[in-house]
Nanobody, 125 residues
Framework: VQLQASGGGLVQAGDSLRLSCTVS????????VGWFRQAPGKEREFVTA????????DYADSVKGRFTISRDNAKNTMYLQMNSLKPEDTAVYYC???????????????????WGQGTQVTVSS
């Protein structure tokens, strides 16, 4: 399966942005999916994940209440709606998918995750 992330850009603090990640070569419904990010000079970190059916989600504390993950299995696409963006949200955002996974398995240490190429999000103050 291949993942293609898009939607990044340069925005001001307080603005909103929506990222998309389209999956090809497989059915999105077979995968738990999530978003991770990596800021300059920092390690990649978990942002959010959603279960295969969409009935379970998890968020990093730093984005709770501001970011929302969703998925459309019919379109083989997942989304990350980011509101009230802050300069500290600046990072390359990566989508990832875990085959027959769960929200709990969407971790940075899971070597079975498939990764997209990343999309840059820059938030200016």
């Amino acid at each position: 399966v291949q993942l293609q992330a898009s939607g990044g850009g340069l925005v001001q603090a307080g603005d909103s942005l929506r990222l998309s990640c389209t999956v090809s070569g497989g059915a999105l419904s077979h995968y738990a999916v999530g978003w991770f990010r990596q800021a300059p000079g920092k390690e990649r970190e978990f942002v959010t994940a959603i279960s295969r059916s969409g009935d379970s989600t998890d968020y990093a504390d730093s984005v709770k209440g501001r970011f929302t993950i969703s998925r459309d299995n019919a379109k083989n696409t997942m989304y990350l709606q980011m509101n009230s963006l802050k300069p500290e949200d600046t990072a390359v955002y990566y989508c990832a998918a875990g085959f027959w996974g769960t929200v709990a398995t969407m971790t940075i240490t899971n070597r079975n995750l498939r990764w997209g190429q990343g999309t840059q999000v820059t938030v200016s103050s």
